[in-house]
């Protein structure tokens, strides 16, 4: 199950936040594979607005999802996409960075 932290500043948050359920939906597109099809509300999101911080980008997002090959291959391609959707849809998040974190999976629910 993939997990999306969204880092920014209040403002940026607040015209965020109503496109969180495309987002949602996006990542989940993004993410799924031939391995692994990923179902939107199996995507954890949430935005942070950090008490003090020194961000890189006006708007951060960090990315964990499982390891699977087809995503190692396309990484950079996810990252990228993601980053452009959401200057698309919401041009207030401003200057974007995405990370993908990508690795083994241990959880605590059952099949």
Not at 21 to 26: A, T
Not at 58 to 73: F, G
Request: hydrophobic share 35%.
């Amino acid at each position: 199950m993939p997990s999306l932290n969204i880092y920014t500043n209040k403002e940026r948050a607040k015209s965020l936040k109503e496109y969180l359920p495309k987002l949602r939906e996006f990542i989940a597109k993004e993410l799924s594979c031939r391995d692994r099809k990923i179902d939107s509300n199996e995507v954890s999101l949430r935005i942070i607005v950090p008490n003090g911080s020194l961000l890189i980008a006006d708007t951060e997002l960090e990315i964990k999802a499982h390891k699977y090959p087809e995503r190692v291959q396309k990484q950079d391609e996810i990252c990228l996409s993601i980053k452009d959707f959401v200057q698309r849809i919401c041009p207030k998040a401003g200057l974007t960075y995405v990370w993908l974190q990508l690795s083994e999976l241990g959880h605590s629910t059952k099949a």
